[in-house]
């Protein structure tokens, strides 16, 4: 066993933010412990999966194309996604498990069964995608890390962007929000090496939101105070 590995076989990744935060009220403790069960990935746990066999997509989506939402926060944008577009199926990733409760609680409001979880690492999910399988992904108001030395843990390095790069599919649409000035500059240094081409063509592509765009609470948080959010697209060629 590598000094890299865990004892079940699973690489030694950090993941770096929050876990939990303020205490879960009742309704999302509910909803944690009956919704979350039935809507987790499963096969994407090394010890339930050692061999990391491919996700079977078909018996999850039934054929739909697949979208893939990375940090979903709150779950603002993906629950607007999943209602909008019946026909594709949604995979979110979020660790934060106050955020993954108020998915829950959007979840049941909006009554949409296109979406599953996986309340962890984006980065187990993709161990497990077959390549070529997504066909759009969002990159949301990620983690800024503003400080230099923790820019090596933005989602936008490779240890992130090469395995996304592998799973997308060609001419697959890679969407990418922030706040932060430093992070589009990363962005847009580092997307295009893994085999992605910035589609803007002038200012109104990265000043104006996408034309079914939902705001979420960061969103929303960053324009109070004085921030000006980024909207980056990018095909996947």
């Not at 999966?49 to 979208?67: H, I, Q, T, V």
């Not at 960053?222 to 060629?237: D, I, S």
Request: charged share 25%; with cysteine; net charge positive.
């Amino acid at each position: 066993m590598s000094e890299f590995e865990h004892p079940n076989g699973a690489p030694w990744r950090n993941l770096y933010g929050r876990r939990h935060g303020k205490t879960l009220k009742p309704n999302q403790r509910v909803a944690l412990d009956e919704d979350l069960g039935g809507l987790t990935l499963a096969g994407v746990e090394w010890d339930e999966n050692p061999s990391r066999e491919p996700l079977d997509l078909a018996a999850l989506f039934g054929g739909r194309r697949l979208w893939l939402e990375i940090g979903f926060g709150g779950g603002e944008h993906m629950v607007h996604q999943a209602a909008a577009n019946p026909g594709v199926g949604f995979i979110g990733c979020e660790p934060f498990i106050n955020g993954v409760a108020m998915l829950l609680g959007k979840l049941r409001r909006a009554g949409v069964d296109n979406v599953r979880i996986h309340p962890g690492d984006v980065r187990d999910v993709f161990d497990v995608l077959p390549a070529g399988s997504v066909a759009k992904t969002f990159l949301l108001y990620p983690d800024p890390w503003p400080k230099k030395r923790h820019h090596r843990r933005r989602a936008v390095t490779p240890e992130y962007l090469d395995p996304l790069a592998r799973v997308m599919a060609p001419g697959a649409e890679l969407r990418v929000a922030t706040d932060i000035a430093d992070y589009v500059r990363q962005t847009l240094e580092e997307v295009p090496k893994v085999g992605f081409q910035w589609l803007a063509q002038g200012p109104p592509d990265w000043r104006q939101p996408w034309g079914d765009w939902q705001p979420t609470r960061y969103e929303q948080k960053a324009r109070r105070e004085g921030r000006v959010p980024h909207y980056l697209t990018f095909r996947r060629v």
